[in-house]
């Protein structure tokens, strides 16, 4: 079978699938292959993105990929304060991206392909074959992270098939009345249908350890709580970094001879890990860009976008380094009070000016000195 092409895409999680399918629909002249280490694209993940996130002109990429759509809107969850947003959410699973991946891509997608060497022109699978491309880009997830300073958002999640209506309506993304334990803990819930539930429990903590029995038990905990009796139907676990300093030079040097996309070229809003909408937002500007120079063009885009999340690195270098990790959830109260408008633009990495003096503005949910302590160490 013939395997070289125009573009070999390393990587069939979210970002090399964005990016396959754009290619696809875009550009079909151009002969590519997706070559994904795992029995499936996507892995085992659910990704979830607000209204707005994504512009209207680039739904048509995302959307055949859903598998919930909740126009009604979702909601949070503190100590004394709970709120209704009206932004619809949207999520989609692996299973709901690689039905229509597989469909579209063909012979095209090649699965349980791990890949050993990668080059400007040819990438090395792990069975000894060479495949020639024009052009190769990686996307196998985040690189070298000892580059960056991060904090940790991670989380164990389920799926749960109760034997009665669990009573959520909508998503709640975040609910914080649980007890405070390794930093700031929320529980994040996403009702399938009337007895199906998705429920996580999620840290931003100091450490990247998963201490997947305990965070289990404590699903259970929470489920128990609120009558919910239930036989589990999925699991899920990650550990996302929430980026507040670092050296993009070294994570990505400049002699790096191949094209990056995704975590690997440090696509994501730094403060939340959320990569959704950078992922369609890359995928679309890749298509439309010529094949030879591939590196340094997805280099010169991916450090634009380092630069223009310095705001959000500052916002998590207070978070982390001027916050208690038990008063952790007094940030993210104060800042679930704001404008919804505010909000919707934080999530998508388009705060403006504004937006950024008032969530810096009025009582402080941090002690001032510690905050400038922390501001005030020598700038990543």
């Known amino acids: 079978m013939d395997l070289d092409c125009d573009l070999a895409i390393i990587g069939g999680g979210l970002s090399g699938s964005l990016i396959a399918l754009a290619f696809a629909a875009l550009r079909p002249e151009v002969r590519l292959l997706l070559i994904e280490a795992g029995a499936e694209p996507g892995g085992n993940h659910v990704w979830s993105f607000f209204d707005g996130d994504v512009a209207a002109s680039d739904r048509w990429l995302i959307d055949p990929l859903l598998s919930h759509r909740w126009k009604e809107g979702h909601e949070v969850r503190f100590p004394g304060h709970s709120r209704h947003l009206p932004t619809p959410y949207n999520s989609l699973t692996a299973v709901s991206l690689a039905v229509p991946l597989k469909a579209r891509l063909g012979d095209r997608l090649r699965l349980s392909t791990p890949v050993s060497d990668l080059a400007p022109g040819a990438v090395h699978l792990a069975d000894g074959r060479v495949l020639r491309a024009a052009a190769v880009l990686d996307a196998r997830g985040a690189g070298d992270l000892s580059a960056l300073r991060c904090g940790w958002q991670k989380f164990v999640g389920q799926a749960l098939r109760c034997d009665a209506p669990h009573g959520i309506d909508r998503p709640v993304i975040m609910d914080a009345t649980v007890p ?3 930093g700031y803990r929320f529980v994040y819930l996403l009702p399938w249908d009337d007895r199906t539930i998705f429920v996580e429990d999620t840290y931003y903590s100091d450490s990247p350890v998963l201490d997947e029995p305990a965070i289990e038990a404590r ?3 929470y489920a128990a709580e609120r009558g919910w009796r239930a036989e589990v139907i999925h699991r899920e676990q990650g550990v996302l970094p929430v980026v507040h300093g670092g050296d993009f030079d070294r994570y990505w040097p400049a002699d790096d001879p191949v094209a990056r996309a995704g975590a690997r070229a440090a696509l994501f809003q730094p403060m939340t890990g959320y990569s959704l909408p950078d992922a369609v937002r890359f ?7 010529p094949l030879d120079g591939l590196a340094q063009a997805t280099r010169a885009y991916a450090k634009a ?7 959000y690195r500052m916002l998590g270098k207070m978070l982390f380094g001027a916050a208690a990790p038990e008063e952790r959830w ?3 109260d104060r800042f679930y009070r704001l404008d919804p408008a505010l909000i919707q633009r934080f999530y998508a990495g388009r705060s403006t000016l504004a937006d950024r003096l008032r969530i810096l503005c009025g009582k402080p949910p941090v002690p001032i000195r510690s905050a400038m302590r922390t501001l005030l160490n020598p700038p990543a």
């Open 180 to 182: 405070q334990i390794d």
């Open 219 to 221: 699903i259970a905990a």
């Open 283 to 289: 995928a679309l500007w890749l298509a439309d860009q």
């Open 305 to 311: 976008h380092w630069r223009s999340g310095g705001y």
């Open 330 to 332: 007094r940030i993210f």
